[in-house]
């Protein structure tokens, strides 16, 4: 049934983003609803509260940010599903727009940043650093793109070390979340080694619980496709990032509205890919 789901919410997609002016609009409601959903988890922290979000973030979480709806009870999945829209909003409202627009976009822009902010997910830091930085860099001329990248590599870094648990990175050896996920990611590394069409679909705990006696997400949608769908499907997976990436690096538009649809996939493409490394959002 899980697949099943997958084949038709594809084809769907396919046959109803038919024209360019589609595609932006359907990019412009996914904007939209991330940042209702960012708007939502930040209400909770001043009075608007309709989802019982603030007792969750300030009980279980331990003040970390979250919404208290199925998919974002976790703030690492919050944060994650916040990630892209800083590069889209810019890019839809932003980017080649009068300046009165530009100056109404860079005030929006610090909400989804604050509720990312608060969800303090190091993963999450990470994800939008290197989307925010790739985006920027994103059809420049190479010499601005060089800019770009050298600058992020040094003040950049510095300031992202500067954010909320960043610095448990250089705690790799004792903290055990890390090392938890590095368990997992030597199961999965195992299981592609050893069993060549994987473990099956939506079967990693199964699997890891039958090798260690212990329950452990897989916590990379990389580990997870890797170790369920062997390595023919782990290269599959691979392909398709590859081929979305070559796609938008590759093609030529024709006109301003093109060049910013390109560009906001990009970002997605991107934020996905990244995000994915850390959590499980392989399907």
């Given at each position: 049934n899980g697949v099943r789901i997958y084949i038709i919410f594809y084809l769907v997609i396919v046959q109803a983003l038919?024209?360019?002016?589609?595609?932006?609009?359907?990019?412009?409601?996914?904007?939209?609803?991330?940042?209702?959903?960012?708007?939502?988890?930040?209400?909770?922290?001043?009075?608007?509260?309709p989802l019982g979000?603030?007792?969750?973030?300030?009980g279980a979480q331990q003040n970390r940010l979250v919404l208290n709806l199925s998919n974002y009870q976790n703030p690492n999945a919050l944060g994650h599903a916040v990630v892209p829209v800083v590069s889209m909003l810019y890019f839809i409202c932003a980017w080649n727009r009068p300046i009165f627009m530009k100056q109404a976009t860079m005030v929006v822009l610090l909400l989804p940043a604050w509720c990312m902010f608060l969800t303090q997910s190091k993963g999450a830091f990470l994800a939008g650093f290197v989307t925010s930085v790739l985006s920027a860099a994103f059809g420049r001329p190479k010499f601005v793109q060089i800019f770009i990248v050298w600058f992020a590599v040094t003040t950049g870094w510095a300031a992202l070390y500067s954010l909320p648990r960043m610095e448990e990175l250089n705690r790799t050896q004792t903290n055990q979340a890390i090392g938890g996920r590095v368990t997992a990611f030597r199961h999965g590394l195992n299981v592609v080694n050893y069993e060549s069409t994987?473990?099956?679909?939506?079967?990693?705990?199964?699997?890891?619980?039958?090798?260690?006696?212990?329950?452990?997400?897989?916590?990379?949608?990389?580990?997870?496709?890797?170790?369920?769908?062997?390595?023919?499907?782990?290269?599959?997976y691979l392909g398709v990032i590859y081929c979305s990436l070559r796609f938008l690096i590759t093609c030529k538009t024709t006109n301003m509205e093109e060049e910013r649809i390109r560009r906001i996939l990009f970002c997605l493409v991107i934020a996905y890919t990244v995000s994915a490394w850390m959590i499980d959002i392989g399907y």
């Open positions: 038919s024209s360019i002016a589609r595609i932006q609009q359907f990019l412009n409601w996914w904007t939209g609803m991330i940042l209702i959903v960012a708007l939502l988890a930040l209400g909770g922290e001043y009075g608007f509260d979000s603030y007792e969750v973030t300030h994987g473990v099956g679909h939506v079967n990693w705990k199964r699997s890891f619980y039958a090798a260690h006696g212990w329950n452990k997400a897989a916590h990379s949608g990389f580990v997870q496709v890797g170790a369920e769908q062997g390595f023919f499907g782990f290269c599959l």
